[in-house]
């Protein structure tokens, strides 16, 4: 028996090292999308419709393993999946345009900024004040994202206007998790993936096309590798992962990702942080901890983003 106990007890930990593993490696999976949205030789807006549209068979796959349905739905799920997903294509649209202006760490942080725009929604429809930690979420944030932004606007005109965009793009990832809320918890994660993908796609190749840019890529590389580390190792890594941890957890891993990003920003392209920088990037790194803390979970796949 004690045998057996301890077998148990080795079992659990290397389970508890895999999702452990699996979190922090869908993380930098994700970290990694700025970078490879700025390697791609395509538009910004056409690399985000090539990421959705070369994934989608791969989702199918992943929701008949889950043993989710993809038909069948109600009108009203198709409906409320429609406008989700316009609000999806929007982010990603306006989140890759932003890349391209501004810092990556900054992009990274604005882009993750979904659970606090979440907690600022939770007062509305609560029609109450915040408490406790939760005042200190926005204090943090309000500051935090000025700095940034103050910053930026130091720099040039463009990088504030690219930090802006990637504000609109976090804002824009709320209302699709509002959106959709509801029916992820009926339908499943990756159902519903596939069928935002399927209106996003379209929608997201009809604004590149509308904006002149480049559509078709003469390498191919950086947009598979795009598509295979945000769309299927990140995602399905943090759908595996993300139901055994705790919020604060999650937050915490959250942050590898601007980390990352400005690592990357700084030995790639010389994006040089000042102490006044880091400080506003830790600012607004803690408000996302607290926020996506105090709020009640979005769901596996969807509390963070899938660029």
Known sequence: MENEGGTQEKLFNVKAALLLAALLG?????????????????????????????????????????????????????????????????????????????????????????????????????????????????VCALAGAGILLGRSLEISAETFAGDLFCITAGLLYAVYLLTLQGERARFGSWSLLVWVSIFAAPALLMLALALGEPVWPTDWTPVVVLFITSQLIGQGLLVYSLGHFPPLIIGLALLTQPAIAAVIGWSVFGEVLSGLDIAGMVLLGSALVVARATTRKAGPGMVQKSD
């Open 26 to 138: 869908g993380n930098f999976a994700l970290a990694l999308g700025p970078w490879l949205v700025r390697l791609t030789d395509t538009g910004p807006v056409s690399a985000a419709f090539w990421r959705l549209f070369l994934a989608l068979p791969f989702l199918v796959l992943f929701a008949r393993f889950a043993g989710q349905r993809l038909t069948g739905m109600p009108r009203r799920t198709y409906a409320l999946v429609a406008v989700g997903a316009l609000a999806f294509a929007g982010d990603l649209a306006s989140w890759h345009i932003g890349i391209g202006m501004t810092r990556l760490g900054n992009a990274t942080l604005f882009g993750n900024a979904g659970s606090i725009i979440l907690l600022f929604w939770g007062f509305i429809i609560a029609r109450m004040l915040p408490r406790g930690l939760e005042w200190l979420a926005i």
